[in-house]
C-alpha cells in the first residue's frame, strides 16, 4: 500500500475502502487496514479521517436493478452456475462495505476495542470471499460485472446508520444468517453438477459466515446486556422497526444455534413484515 491512499487510521482507512469504485482497491485497502488495526499500528479515529460516503464506491458494472428483476437459473447449466456465483460475489462485495461501515460509522460508540478486532476479521474475510469468487468467474469466462445485480443489501443497512444494536439485529443476525440457511443446498447442487471448484468457495465461506452471525450475535447481546434488555425481545422489536419483509424458513436452526442465534429471536418473526 506505499502507493496506495494514505490510511489515517481505522475509520480511515475502513472508510478509504468504502469509498473506492476500484474493487482491487477496494479489498486491498480493507485487508491492508485490517492487518495494521490487529498489529495495533493503528489509532481508532483521526481528525485526518476523509468523510463516509453515503454510498459506497462501485465500477459502472454491473447495472443495479429491483430484486424482483435478478433472474433465477438452473444449476445445472454453466450460464445458470455464473449467475449464481455473480450473485454471491456481489452479496460478498456488500458485505465488506456493510462491515467496514460498522467500523466507520459506528468508532465513536464506546464499545471495547475487540468490537473492532471483529469487524476488521469480517472485513477482511469479506474481501478474501469476494476475490474467491471472482476469480472463479473469470476461470468460468465471465467476471463480476457481466450481469444485473440489486441493491437491496445496502438499502436494509442504510435504515440503521443511527442505531448500532439495529444494525447488528439487521446485518449478521438476518442477512448473514440468511447465508448459513442457504448455502448448505447450494453446496450440495453444485457437487451434484460435478462443480468442485465452485464447492469449495463455497465452503469457504459458509465456515467463516458461522463466525460473522457469531460475531455479530456477540456484539448485540453485550449491547442489550448493557442497557439491561432481553436481546430476543430486542431484536424482534428492532426487525419489526428496521427491516422490509419477512423471514423465510427453512432454517438451519443448528449453524445459527452455533453461532449464538436462537429460535427464541427469529420464529415469531416469519410473518413479520413492516411495510
Same mark, same amino acid.
Given at each position: 500500500?506505499?502507493?496506495?491512499?494514505k490510511?489515517?487510521s481505522?475509520?480511515?482507512?475502513?472508510?478509504?475502502?468504502?469509498?473506492?469504485?476500484?474493487?482491487?482497491?477496494?479489498?486491498?485497502?480493507?485487508?491492508?487496514?485490517?492487518?495494521?488495526?490487529?498489529?495495533?499500528?493503528?489509532?481508532?479515529?483521526?481528525?485526518?479521517?476523509?468523510a463516509?460516503?453515503?454510498?459506497?464506491?462501485?465500477?459502472?458494472?454491473?447495472?443495479?436493478?429491483?430484486?424482483?428483476?435478478?433472474?433465477?437459473?438452473?444449476?445445472?447449466?454453466?450460464?445458470?452456475?455464473?449467475?449464481?456465483?455473480?450473485a454471491?460475489?456481489?452479496?460478498?462485495?456488500n458485505?465488506v462495505?456493510?462491515?467496514l461501515?460498522?467500523?466507520?460509522r459506528f468508532?465513536?460508540?464506546?464499545?471495547?476495542?475487540s468490537f473492532?478486532d471483529?469487524?476488521?476479521?469480517?472485513?477482511?474475510? !469479506?474481501?478474501? &470471499?469476494?476475490?474467491?469468487?471472482?476469480?472463479?468467474? #473469470?476461470? @468460468?469466462? %465471465?467476471?463480476?460485472?457481466?450481469? +444485473? *445485480?440489486?441493491?437491496?443489501?445496502w438499502?436494509?443497512?442504510?435504515?440503521?446508520?443511527n442505531?448500532?444494536?439495529?444494525?447488528?439485529?439487521?446485518?449478521?443476525l438476518?442477512?448473514?444468517?440468511?447465508?448459513?440457511?442457504?448455502?448448505?443446498?447450494?453446496?450440495?447442487?453444485?457437487?451434484?453438477?460435478?462443480?468442485?471448484?465452485?464447492?469449495?468457495?463455497?465452503?469457504?465461506?459458509?465456515?467463516? !459466515?458461522?463466525? &460473522?452471525?457469531?460475531?455479530?450475535?456477540k456484539?448485540? #447481546?453485550? @449491547?442489550? %446486556?448493557?442497557?439491561?434488555?432481553? +436481546? *430476543?425481545?430486542?431484536?424482534?422489536?428492532l426487525?419489526?422497526?428496521?427491516?422490509?419483509?419477512?423471514?423465510?424458513?427453512?432454517?438451519?436452526?443448528?449453524?445459527?444455534?452455533?453461532?449464538?442465534?436462537?429460535?427464541?429471536?427469529?420464529?415469531s418473526l416469519?410473518?413479520?413484515?413492516?411495510?
Amino acid at each position: 500500500m506505499a502507493d496506495g491512499p494514505k490510511i489515517t487510521s481505522l475509520r480511515g482507512g475502513a472508510t478509504l475502502a468504502i469509498s473506492s469504485a476500484d474493487l482491487d482497491v477496494k479489498t486491498s485497502v480493507a485487508q491492508e487496514t485490517a492487518t495494521r488495526w490487529f498489529e495495533r499500528r493503528l489509532s481508532l479515529r483521526s481528525p485526518l479521517d476523509p468523510a463516509l460516503p453515503l454510498r459506497p464506491g462501485r465500477p459502472d458494472k454491473p447495472e443495479l436493478v429491483p430484486p424482483k428483476a435478478v433472474g433465477k437459473r438452473s444449476l445445472h447449466t454453466k450460464p445458470g452456475r455464473i449467475a449464481l456465483l455473480h450473485a454471491i460475489a456481489h452479496i460478498e462485495l456488500n458485505a465488506v462495505d456493510l462491515a467496514l461501515d460498522i467500523v466507520a460509522r459506528f468508532a465513536t460508540e464506546p464499545v471495547p476495542a475487540s468490537f473492532f478486532d471483529g469487524w476488521m476479521t469480517v472485513a477482511f474475510e !469479506e474481501a478474501k &470471499h469476494f476475490r474467491m469468487v471472482r476469480d472463479r468467474l #473469470r476461470d @468460468l469466462g %465471465a467476471d463480476y460485472g457481466d450481469l +444485473p *445485480a440489486h441493491d437491496g443489501l445496502w438499502q436494509a443497512a442504510h435504515s440503521t446508520r443511527n442505531d448500532l444494536t439495529a444494525r447488528l439485529a439487521v446485518v449478521p443476525l438476518i442477512l448473514e444468517a440468511r447465508g448459513l440457511d442457504v448455502t448448505p443446498s447450494l453446496q450440495a447442487k453444485m457437487r451434484e453438477t460435478g462443480d468442485m471448484e465452485s464447492a469449495v468457495v463455497l465452503d469457504v465461506i459458509y465456515n467463516d !459466515e458461522k463466525g &460473522h452471525v457469531a460475531i455479530g450475535a456477540k456484539w448485540f #447481546r453485550f @449491547l442489550c %446486556a448493557r442497557e439491561r434488555k432481553d +436481546p *430476543a425481545r430486542t431484536f424482534q422489536e428492532l426487525v419489526r422497526a428496521n427491516f422490509r419483509g419477512s423471514l423465510k424458513p427453512p432454517f438451519n436452526d443448528v449453524a445459527r444455534a452455533e453461532a449464538g442465534l436462537t429460535p427464541s429471536f427469529y420464529r415469531s418473526l416469519t410473518a413479520t413484515s413492516s411495510g
